[in-house]
Each structure stands twice: as structure tokens, then as C-alpha cells.
């Protein structure tokens, strides 16, 4: 249906396998909105959307049956079928939790968490640089405070939306409108800037820097190749935007302190390394369930 403005307004059912812990997912989300880009009410999340030039939003919300609901206002109605398979990437819904307990059942720590939490997900992100920008900004502080950081960039260098909704205001900035700018003066260390820049840079040389690789360990090297990008940063743009099931970043200590308690000993990243060596090639969703455990 086409609204005023030629803005088309689409519902769109997107199926998932049982069971899908929406919850978790939601507060996922909620913990790292960005103001201006994304909003959660009560059940739904909503986030301005940019893709090929075309602006948008789209809210989703659960539905009847093993669904959600999205709702897409968008320019353009040939965007939809990219636009839900992003978001279909976002929210992992192409996952098989079952096939996926079944492949943790020999370790009882992984197995015990499954059980207690079976509909987890990955939570991906909606664009490759986004995500690569908020891993920067989060490095050595905390989520909450990364968020801030995020937000004064959206609303200093992000394009408006063209027709704002409800709180959502902004598109994220893109590559070419970072590249140049002085970060600094948002507030963060100028080392974590300069880092923020050459991601730019990068992205705005190699405009496929964010997709898929023909392995993990590529994509690693590529994405290390950037200046002040470490390890822990490279592996977990992996598991988030390039959906690497075998992403692991095990210097992480949220997913140390998680496994030293429910282990009762203690782990250095080495030694979680070679812990996680049984849960290949599903380490980002051992990850994902041990950072929600901790």
C-alpha cells in the first residue's frame, strides 16, 4: 500500500524455528540502542533504515505462530526483499536451535545453558560499518557509555531522515561523511578516533570491507589489516555482521569471567581457547550464551 509521499507501508511475517527467546533479543537491542536510530517499546523494536540510498524504518513485534511481524515504511518497494533479508540476519531467524543443542549436548556447562535458555540467538547487526563503529567506540568502556559516544556521532554527522518517526531521526552516518570529520571532539581518547577514521577510510576504499569472506581466518586477517583494529574487535565483527558461526573472540572477559564461574577456575584467553576448541564451528553461540549466563 502506498501512503502520501510515496512512502510504502508493507507487513511482512517473518518465520523462525522454535522455540526464539524475543526477550532476550529485545534486551539485547534495548541495552544498545542508539538514540535517534533505533527506539524498543514495550514488545517491538524500530530503527531507521538506509540502503542503497533509500531511507526508511521498520518496526518488529512478535506475532501468531513461530513468526514476528515487521513493518517496513520505505521510498521504495523494490528495497523490501534486502531489507528483510537483513533484518532476518539481525535477528538470526534463520538459526535451528534444536540442531543447535544438539551439537552442545556432549559439553555439560554449554548443554545446561541450551536447556536453560533454548531459544537464544545470535543477534547480528544492520549494516557492516554501524557495526564496526559501535565495536570501536565500546573498546575498554562500557556499554552504556559507548552509546552515548554513538549517538553524538549519529547527531553530528548521521543525514536526517527525511520523514522522522516516532523518536527515530537519523540515518547512521555513513562511511564518506566519517572519513573526513575530527572525532575527537565528541569526547573519546584521540587513539580510539584515529581508530574510528581508518575504519572509515577503509570502508570508503574496499566498499565490500563488511560482507562475507570465503573464511574466518580472511576475514580476520582483513579486518586487522586496519589500523587499531585488534583481535577482540575483528573476531567480533565476525560473529555480528559477517555471521561467522565459528567467531570467537576469547580474550573477551565477559565471556572469561562467565565461564570462570560457572566452571570455579580460572581462565586465561589461551586457556579459553582451547576450552572452546569442542564447541567448533558453533563458538559465537557458545559465546552468545555464555555472555548472557555472566
Known amino acids: ?63 501468531r505462530g513461530n513468526a514476528l511481524q515487521a513493518t517496513v515504511r520505505v521510498a521504495r518497494a523494490d528495497a523490501l526483499p534486502a531489507i528483510i533479508a537483513r ?57 552504556s557509555a559507548a552509546i552515548r559516544l554513538a549517538g553524538k556521532l549519529v547527531a553530528t554527522h548521521g543525514a ?27 569526547g573519546m581518547p584521540r587513539s580510539r578516533a584515529a581508530t574510528l577514521s581508518a575504519v572509515a577510510a577503509a570502508a570508503v576504499a574496499d566498499p565490500n570491507l563488511f560482507e562475507p569472506g570465503s573464511s574466518l581466518d580472511d576475514a580476520i586477517t582483513r579486518l586487522r589489516a586496519i589500523r587499531g583494529i585488534g583481535e577482540w574487535t575483528a573476531q567480533y565483527i565476525a560473529l555480528r555482521q559477517l555471521r561467522e558461526p565459528d567467531a570467537f573472540p576469547s580474550a573477551d572477559i565477559g565471556l572469561i569471567r562467565a565461564l570462570e564461574k560457572l566452571e570455579s577456575r580460572a581462565y586465561t584467553p589461551k586457556q579459553l581457547l582451547a576450552r572452546a576448541e569442542s564447541w567448533r564451528p558453533w563458538r559465537a553461540y557458545a559465546a552468545q550464551h555464555l555472555w548472557s549466563a555472566g
Open 160 to 186: 536526517l531522515l527525511a520523514q522522522p518517526e516516532d523518536g527515530l531521526t537519523h540515518v547512521f552516518p555513513t562511511p564518506e561523511a566519517v572519513a573526513p570529520a575530527e572525532l575527537a571532539v565528541l
Open 1 to 63: 500500500m502506498t501512503l502520501a509521499h510515496d512512502i510504502h507501508h508493507e507487513a511482512i511475517r517473518l518465520a523462525y524455528r522454535p522455540p526464539y527467546d524475543w526477550a532476550a533479543m529485545l534486551g539485547f537491542l534495548q541495552l544498545r540502542a542508539i538514540p535517534g536510530i533505533e527506539r524498543v517499546d514495550g514488545d517491538s523494536y524500530a530503527r531507521t533504515i538506509s540502503l542503497d540510498g533509500v531511507q526508511g524504518t521498520i518496526r518488529v513485534r512478535p506475532a
Open 87 to 143: 533484518m532476518r540476519r539481525v535477528l538470526d531467524l534463520d538459526s535451528d536451535p534444536v540442531v543447535l543443542a544438539a551439537r552442545f549436548a556432549h559439553d555439560p556447562v554449554l548443554a545446561a545453558l541450551i536447556a536453560a535458555r533454548p531459544g537464544l540467538r545470535v543477534p547480528g547487526a544492520w549494516d557492516g560499518f554501524e557495526l564496526a563503529m559501535r565495536a570501536v567506540l565500546g573498546q575498554q568502556i562500557t556499554v
